[in-house]
Nanobody
Framework: QVRLVESGGGLVQAGASLKLSCSAT????????VGWFRQAPGAEREFVAAISWIGTSTFLTDSVQDRFSIPRDSAKSTIWLQINNLKTDDTAVYYCAARMTNVETYTSSRRKDYDYWGQGTQVTVAS
């Protein structure tokens, strides 16, 4: 099992940067890929970014590739979502999610592939 806690959201001005954190706790020896998703008011939850267990494979959705990144710390217990040049369309609740895997380079953009979810952190971008 993997427990996830997001933090770092808030109210920011358009054009600013924000770094969201996903703190993960799990049983020793568990490998997992982590994804970030977001859900705007009235919309479906959508994929944003994912990173593999060893961090060599990352995947970002096309619309954010030039502004978002998904670093992971060397201990693999914290996964960030760095967002630059925030836009009002980025307003959403951001969730991190995890899927246990035995493949170090595995990632996925599909919501249904993820078994564990955090509670979400709100990001509001003002114009």
């Amino acid at each position: 099992q993997v427990r996830l806690v997001e933090s770092g959201g808030g109210l920011v001005q358009a054009g600013a940067s924000l770094k969201l954190s996903c703190s993960a706790t799990e049983r020793t020896g568990t490998m997992y890929t982590v994804g970030w998703f977001r859900q705007a008011p009235g919309a479906e939850r959508e994929f944003v970014a994912a990173i593999s267990w060893i961090g060599t494979s990352t995947f970002l959705t096309d619309s954010v590739q030039d502004r978002f990144s998904i670093p992971r710390d060397s201990a693999k217990s914290t996964i960030w979502l760095q967002i630059n040049n925030l836009k009002t369309d980025d307003t959403a609740v951001y969730y991190c999610a995890a899927r246990m895997t035995n493949v170090e380079t595995y990632t996925s953009s599909r919501r249904k592939d993820y078994d564990y979810w955090g509670q979400g952190t709100q990001v509001t971008v003002a114009s």
